[in-house]
């Protein structure tokens, strides 16, 4: 019998995380108490903050399966619980006073759900405080960010508290190679990013709303935020009004240096199975990122389901990258001129023989299912 899961993610919906990936399919086989976003940074007097704030606590508490959609696929015994707790508290009496307010919440769900020996599986640092609190069996950290160099977070907390997190995790899984080095070898196991392979890839209809006025589409979709290099794409899309530029996503930033221009349409947020009605029928797929800590240790979904939906990807230079451009399936950008150039070969690419069906293969066998059955072998081995 599998070992049942207690799992401190972000808010589960939306478009989904590799966590929420993963935990779709390990559900299949176990029961699952996932708990909403216990925060990353202390909230500010902003606008933004205090909405989100007051939305976490006005929410229902708990939730099942039935009541948050979850696919058919999925039993129901999926239960969502949204915290309201102090997010990221510093001191040693805010630490003490949100384990207890935690605990006060997520006990009872946990007592109710009759879990079988669970296993505390956190991609939250601020999490740790929650290890041996829970009867869990073991405490598995899923590292899928480079949080010292995310934007959005309180790094001198976080930073802490993932330290205490690599010492007491009982099994370490990162998303990348850089990511894999911050702890102890023995106790960390790489897997990289999966895709879900049938939705990128069969074809689907050209979504109703992608500009159709003649013009060779760019398209980007994910959270427009600060890891965008936006002085590249302005420079560049200034130089090309011969190509349209698409963006999918929630804008966390102020966009007007893009918006201005004509050839450029903020489509704002769609839903991750729309998604492939976007980026099969754009000319090209972007990932233009700026040089950080964090971007050098991400291995971004949207690169495998780029690959899934065929279409030629133009990105600036990381890690993740450089293998697939060696093996000609991404063309690398450094500047506005070489984005320019890779732009217009684009075409060239695609009316080459196979060409999709080569960046298909590369990620064909990489489901986020096959992916969730070797960490399902991992978590039985604790």
């Known amino acids: 019998m599998a070992n049942d899961l207690i799992v401190f993610g972000e808010d589960w919906g939306g478009l989904p995380s590799s966590t929420q990936h993963l935990i779709k399919h390990l559900s299949k086989t176990r029961k699952i108490v996932w708990v909403n976003s216990i925060g990353l940074r202390r909230p500010t007097l902003t606008f933004r903050d205090i909405k989100r704030t007051w939305d976490k606590l006005t929410a229902t508490n708990v939730r099942t399966a039935q009541t948050i959609c979850l696919t058919a696929e999925q039993n129901d015994n999926f239960y969502v619980v949204a915290p309201r707790t102090l997010p990221a508290p510093r001191s040693l009496l805010g630490r003490w006073i949100a ?152 804008a966390v930033i102020d966009t007007s240096r893009l918006s201005h221009f004509a050839n450029v349409t903020f489509l704002g947020e769609r839903p991750h199975k729309q998604l492939p009605a976007y980026s099969q029928h754009w000319n090209a797929s972007l990932l233009p990122f700026v040089d950080n800590a964090q971007i050098r240790a991400c291995n971004p979904l949207k690169l495998s389901e780029y690959l899934a939906a065929g279409r030629p990807i133009i990105c600036t230079s990381f890690p993740v990258v450089q293998e697939l451009h060696e093996s000609g399936l991404v063309q690398i950008v450094n500047n506005s001129q070489s984005m320019q150039d890779a732009l217009r070969n684009s075409e060239q690419l695609f009316t080459q023989p196979d060409f999709s069906k080569r960046l298909r293969n590369r990620v064909s066998q990489q489901s986020w299912s096959a992916r969730a059955d070797l960490v399902s072998n991992w978590l039985e081995q604790l």
């Open 99 to 250: 384990k207890k307010l935690l605990l006060a919440q997520i006990k009872p769900v946990v007592d109710s759900a009759q879990l079988h020996k669970p296993i505390l599986w956190t991609s939250l640092p601020t999490a740790v405080d929650m290890a041996g609190h829970l009867n869990e069996s073991a405490l598995v950290y899923y590292c899928g960010d480079d949080f010292s160099g995310l934007a959005g977070v309180d790094h001198h907390t976080v930073d802490k508290r993932e330290q205490e997190l690599l010492i007491k995790a009982d099994l370490i899984i990162a998303s990348s190679a850089k990511l894999t080095k911050r702890s102890a070898p023995e106790r960390t196991q790489l897997l990289t990013h999966g895709v879900d392979y049938a939705l990128f890839s069969t074809p689907v209809e050209r979504a109703s709303d992608l500009p159709d006025d003649g013009r060779q589409i760019a398209g980007f979709y994910g959270s427009i935020s600060e890891w965008l290099d936006i002085e590249l794409l302005e420079q560049t899309i200034a130089k090309m009004p011969d190509w349209h530029f698409v963006f999918i996503g929630k």
